[in-house]
């Protein structure tokens, strides 16, 4: 199984205690997105064995956590499942905080089942319907008789906020586990025949499998478009596949110094190919210019 939050903390510890560390300022904190947390893990552990002397702390506790913390001027880089809000913007300015964005990678968003589950394919009007509480019987949607249980993410993941208003489109049904994060959801769904949840798409896959005991959920915009698989690159970098989401990196203004090393660094071919290699997907053209524009 994938490197867990836990790790990533860990080793987070490790570095604050290293000696030769005397002053914060000699490491780049990055907080936030638990989607992203793995990925970022993996991408400045590299970085760091490449510039010898850079030092980088990740942690998660999800995409509210990580802007609530840069808007408080306590981390370098907020790592974000999803846009900023208009009004997190105006309390990042009010604070004296100018919050720049930057996309790193792509996340075709996965809808999971327990692989016992007949069910291949659903639309977004029905799975949305589904994580409503407006369906609550897998043999509604083709499935075996079997009341749903649903898994989720708790209000403060940017992964909440994003599926609940391009999927869901309505509020979450009260019956929807709040979980801590994706590691969780698909712990639940594995023990649970009936469990259906959604995950950034690097945690459906270990080694570039789909994890044994998953099924990813084939989705299409309607019921007259093909289900397409988010397990497959062309249809995220085509726009195949009905959920997909850029990944963020937040700072304070433009970057400087290491902060600006690092994220020039994820977008060179190896940064690019990392994210490949973890699950996720590599940014388009239109991003990497925009991402340009804001150096």
Not at 74 to 93: F, T
Not at 106 to 130: H, K, M, R
Not at 287 to 294: D, I, L, P, S, V
């Amino acid at each position: 199984m994938r490197r867990s939050f836990v790790l990533a903390s860990m080793l987070v510890m490790a570095f604050l205690m290293v000696g030769s560390l005397q002053a914060t300022a000699d490491m780049v904190q990055i907080r936030g997105s638990d989607t992203e947390v793995n990925l970022v893990q993996r991408l400045t552990e590299v970085f760091m064995d490449e510039n010898p002397g850079r030092y980088f702390a990740v942690t998660g506790g999800g995409s509210g956590t990580g802007i609530a913390a840069l808007i408080n001027k306590q981390i370098d880089i907020a790592n974000s499942s999803r846009a900023m809000s208009a009004s997190e913007i105006e309390q990042a300015r009010n604070n004296g905080i100018e919050p720049v964005p930057f996309v790193f990678a792509q996340d075709g968003l996965a809808v999971i089942v327990n692989s016992s589950n007949p069910v291949q394919e659903l639309t977004i009007d029905e799975i949305g319907a589904i994580f409503r509480g407006e369906i609550t019987n897998w043999k509604d949607v083709g499935g075996n008789d079997q009341e749903i249980s649903l898994y989720g993410r708790q209000s403060n993941s940017g992964t909440f906020v994003y599926f609940r208003a391009n999927v869901v489109k309505g509020d979450y049904s009260p019956q929807k586990k709040m979980m801590n994060g994706n590691a969780q959801i698909v712990e639940g769904v594995l023990a649970d025949q009936a469990g259906i949840g959604y995950i950034g798409i690097g945690y459906a896959v270990d080694g570039g499998e789909v994890v044994p005991g998953l099924t990813v959920l084939k989705v299409a915009t309607d019921e007259n478009s093909p289900a397409t698989t988010p397990l497959e690159l062309e249809n995220i970098m085509q726009g195949l596949y009905p959920i997909v989401r850029p990944l963020y990196h937040y700072t304070d203004g433009k970057p400087e110094g290491h902060v600006k090393g690092y994220l020039e660094f994820i977008m060179t071919e190896k940064g690019q190919n990392i994210v490949i290699q973890e699950g996720f997907f590599p940014i388009t053209d239109e991003y990497r210019e925009q991402n340009k524009a804001n150096f």
